[in-house]
Each structure stands twice: as C-alpha cells, then as structure tokens.
C-alpha cells in the first residue's frame, strides 16, 4: 500500500538557521502531495501541496518540490523563526480519479526552533 | 481560516460503554472525515463520508464503528462497545469537494479504561 517516510522525528534549530524536513513517499502514478502544520491544541492546518513531477508547492516561508525520481518532497524553509515551531506533517492522496480525500500520513517531525 | 470543532477535546469511559463524538465541519463543506491516530504513530484514514453515505472506509474502521451526519447537525462517529485499542487522539476533517483541502478539528482525545 501507499506510504509516507518522514525521516526525521525531531528538530532543534535556532532563529535564523535552514530548515530540512526529509519526506519520501511510496504510492504508484502521481499521487498528490502535502505539507501539514500542527500547532499545540490544534489540528493540523494545510500548508501547500504539489501534484506534478517538479512542481513547487510553497507557503509563509516553507517550499518542496515534488520529485518523482527521488519519490521526494522534502520541506525546507532558508530562515526559521520560534513561531514555527510545531509537527509537521507530510501526507500523499492516491491519484485514483476517485477523489475521496483519504490522506496517508507520515509520522511527523517535531520542529522546536529556539530564540 | 475556516474551522471544524470537535467536542469533547477529552473523553473517558470504561470498557464496552458506548461513546459518541461530535464534530461541527465547515459551514459549507459536502465531505467529511475521520482519522485516528494513537499516541506515537502516524494519523490514518478511518472513513469518509458524502451525500449521507460512506464512500470508504479503511480496516480501522471496524463493524463497531459507524457515522452519521442527520439532519445536516453534527458529524458523529459512534463507537460501540468501545475495546482498549480504540484509546486514540480522533480527528474530523471536511472539504468542499472530494479532492479539495482537507480542514482539520482539534481532535478528541478518546481514553478507554
């Protein structure tokens, strides 16, 4: 079945540093692909996505561009602040011509970013 | 942004009692979901739900299981009898359309003891 690997469970950085977050995926055609943003006591809140080989998704700071070589849409942001500090999540929706919404999550990857 | 709110944030019941969670999707959405996740893990897909009907439904979802949005009210996700494995953080989603921006509540906490 389809799957997410986020590779990183946690991230300590500092105000100002480049952010990483590894995420591979493993799905057949072109699934659509996303960023998700947790905060504490909330649920998670759509940050951008991509649906075609090299396109760039990007929102409030944060990019990936989806690679279907690589099976890669790494998130990265050039300059972090505290405020996002938060989980992140990658997700991919089947290309099924069905439409239902049924995302598949990875595991996350908690981002605390310190002053 | 648009908001989906869950009630209860926390629930706690016993083993085998009946529970019900409520979730108030965005005013206009058609599609609605359910996913859980348990502590550590990844979210999964539960089910989803259109027109008043199931449109899929993972192996989570087990026969215990069952939603229902009457009457145009709250989206529900009934769980009966409840077993330990169903302890989990549950969280609705909606969207306007079937491949359209899933908008996540805060999720319930659900605790079976």
């Known amino acids: 079945g389809d799957s997410v690997t986020q590779t990183e469970g946690q991230v300590a950085l500092s105000e100002e540093d480049f952010l990483t977050i590894h995420c591979n995926y493993s799905?057949?055609?072109?699934?659509?692909l996303f960023w998700y943003v947790q905060y504490p006591g909330e649920g998670p809140q759509f940050l951008f996505r991509?649906?075609?080989?090299?396109e760039k998704g990007s929102s409030r700071g944060f990019e990936a561009t989806y690679n279907k070589e690589a099976t890669s849409f790494h998130l990265q942001k050039a300059s972090v602040q505290e405020s996002d500090s938060a989980v992140y999540y990658c997700?991919?929706?089947?290309?099924?011509?069905?439409?239902?919404?049924?995302?598949?999550f990875g595991h996350g990857t908690i981002l605390r970013v310190h002053p | 942004g648009p908001k989906v709110l869950q009630i209860p944030s926390h629930q706690i019941i016993d083993m085998g009692q009946m529970v019900t969670l409520n979730c108030d999707p965005v005013?206009?959405?058609?599609?609605f979901y359910w996913y859980k996740q348990i502590l550590g893990q990844q979210m999964e897909f539960l089910v989803n739900?259109?027109?008043?009907?199931?449109?899929?439904k993972s192996k989570l979802f087990k026969d215990q299981f069952s939603v229902e949005r009457p009457d145009g009210s709250y989206f529900t996700l009934k769980i009966q009898p409840t077993a330990l494995e169903d302890s989990a953080v549950y969280f609705c989603?909606?969207?306007?359309?079937?491949?359209?921006?899933?908008?996540f509540g805060a999720g319930t906490r659900l605790s079976v003891l």
């Open positions: 989603a909606s969207s306007l359309a079937g491949g359209d921006t899933l908008y």
């Open positions: 799905a057949s055609g072109y699934p659509a």
């Open positions: 991509a649906s075609r080989d090299k």
């Open positions: 997700a991919l929706r089947p290309n099924t011509g069905a439409n239902t919404g049924k995302l598949t």
């Open positions: 005013s206009n959405h058609l599609y």
């Open positions: 739900f259109y027109n008043g009907k199931v449109m899929e």
